[in-house]
């Protein structure tokens, strides 16, 4: 049985990597000749990313976790 360190490590290299793809691929997004959108839509794509981020920080804080439910522009 592993212990809960190796558990931890294996689990936070895959999820970390798999986040740092999907940010990347949200940055694709910005090609314009690809994609139209607003500076609006922008702002809320990065202030939703943000508010996660603040909430996973703040659960190895022992803050209460205020998830939202999924992420829509419209």
Do not use: H, T
């Not at 809960?4 to 490590?9: D, E, H, L, P, S």
């Not at 922008?42 to 909430?55: N, S, T, V, Y």
Request: overall charge positive; aromatic content about 8%; cysteine-free.
């Amino acid at each position: 049985m592993r212990d809960k360190r190796a558990k931890f490590v294996e689990l936070a290299q895959s999820r970390v990597n798999r986040a740092i793809k999907d940010l990347r691929l949200i940055g694709n997004l910005s090609n314009r000749s690809a994609y139209a959108y607003g500076e609006d839509d922008i702002r809320k794509i990065f202030k939703a990313l943000q508010r996660e981020l603040d909430g996973a920080k703040g659960r190895f804080g022992g803050e209460a976790d205020g998830r939202e439910e999924g992420f829509r522009l419209e």
